[in-house]
């Protein structure tokens, strides 16, 4: 069973920045995307962005494009979500998911795709 564990949320204000860390654990030979969702209150839980764990091919949600940025560290078995500019409407739960099947990157933008998640981290951003 692969872990997972993030880090890095915390209160903001509109136009900070934060970086979110999500370290793996356990069998993680097995993962093959790793991809960042976020949830916020009454809402379903949203698609950010994904990396494919080998390759590194990326993909990311509308409403991320331009101000975040994903990236991997296969050595050190750790995903990291760079946000800059943040808004209000990015308040939420953010989570760290890990599929192991091997998808084409587009096609890794729904909670299905995905095999183990974090236990979230709160992002707060006040205007």
């Known amino acids: 069973q692969v872990q997972l564990v993030e880090s890095g949320g915390g209160p903001v204000q509109a136009g900070d920045s934060l970086r979110l860390s999500c370290t793996a654990s356990?069998?993680?030979?097995?993962?093959?995307?790793m991809g960042w969702f976020r949830q916020a209150p009454g809402k379903e839980r949203q698609f950010v962005a994904a990396?494919?764990?080998?390759?590194?091919?990326?993909y990311y949600a509308d409403s991320a494009k331009g101000r975040f940025t994903i990236s991997r560290d296969n050595a050190k078995n750790t995903v990291r979500l760079q946000m800059n500019s943040l808004k209000p409407e990015d308040t939420a739960v953010y989570y760290c998911?890990?599929?192991?099947?091997?998808?084409?990157?587009?096609?890794?933008?729904?909670?299905?795709?995905?095999?183990?998640w974090g236990q979230g981290t709160q992002v707060t951003v006040s205007s």
């Open positions: 998911a890990a599929g192991q099947l091997m998808r084409i990157i587009e096609d890794s933008t729904t909670t299905r795709d995905y095999d183990f």
């Open positions: 356990g069998p993680t030979f097995n993962i093959r995307t």
């Open positions: 990396i494919n764990w080998v390759g590194g091919n990326i």
